[in-house]
């Protein structure tokens, strides 16, 4: 079973931040949180991951509670080409990875 | 271009019949692994390889079998004994705790 809940799907205008929220309230201390996305009929992409500290890369920035109970993916312009599926997970290794649901991201003009 | 490639696209197997997946990855990665994804849902691992010749089960490995005897190749074999096996099906590799990386999947279908 995926250790996170997620939101089933959201929507977000065009240019604007999309603000992705994951609950992982039963997250170990060694655990990261991991955020990949799917395009229909692709493989998922990875885009950030973070252990307690707030990270920000060229796709995303992800903010972890400091309980850590908690976090949120920011597109800051999302794009057309943000409409994916959102997937938050929670693993301390890549053999413990579980793909739950995810968010369906629609990115409307 | 470094990468993973899965192939075919699409496939079709009959009943009773054993079939195939490739996968194979040039970006030097020791560990490999085997996702199924059904319709409007998540990723289930079904098998996993952190180095040649060594491969470990998954959530869901009944009915399907791997082998890992070179570094780039991962194949995935989907026997008779998987009953219902229309999904699709994704390989990844990663380098140690890094992140995925994803080839662009196979569509399995029954005939």
């Known amino acids: 079973d995926a250790k996170t809940t997620q939101p089933p799907s959201m929507d977000c205008a065009e240019g604007r931040a999309a603000n992705l929220p994951c609950n992982h309230s039963?997250?170990?201390?060694?655990?990261?949180v991991y955020w990949y996305r799917q395009i229909h009929s692709q493989g998922p992409q990875y885009i950030i991951h973070?252990?307690?500290n707030n990270e920000t890369n060229e796709m995303a920035s992800l903010i972890i509670t400091e309980d850590r109970k908690s976090s949120t993916l920011i597109l800051p312009h999302a794009t057309l080409r943000d409409t994916a599926v959102y997937y938050c997970i929670v693993s301390y290794n890549n053999n413990d990875m579980r793909f739950g649901a995810g968010t369906r991201l629609t990115v409307k003009p | 271009d470094g990468g993973i490639t899965q192939s075919p696209k699409y496939l079709f197997r009959k009943e009773g019949q054993n079939v195939t997946l490739s996968c194979e990855q040039n970006l030097n990665h020791d560990a490999m692994y085997w996702y199924r994804q059904d319709p409007g849902q998540g990723l289930r691992l079904i098998y996993y390889?952190?180095?040649?010749?060594?491969?470990q089960k998954g959530d869901i490995a009944e009915g399907y079998s791997v082998s890992r005897e070179k570094k780039e190749s991962f194949p995935l074999t989907v026997t008779s004994a998987q009953k219902n096996p229309t999904a699709f099906y994704l390989c990844?590799?990663?380098?140690?705790?890094?992140?995925?990386?994803f080839g662009s999947g196979t569509q399995l279908s029954v005939l």
């Open positions: 973070g252990l307690k």
């Open positions: 990844a590799s990663s380098q140690g705790y890094e992140k995925l990386f």
């Open positions: 039963t997250i170990s201390g060694n655990e990261y």
């Open positions: 390889s952190q180095i040649v010749n060594d491969f």
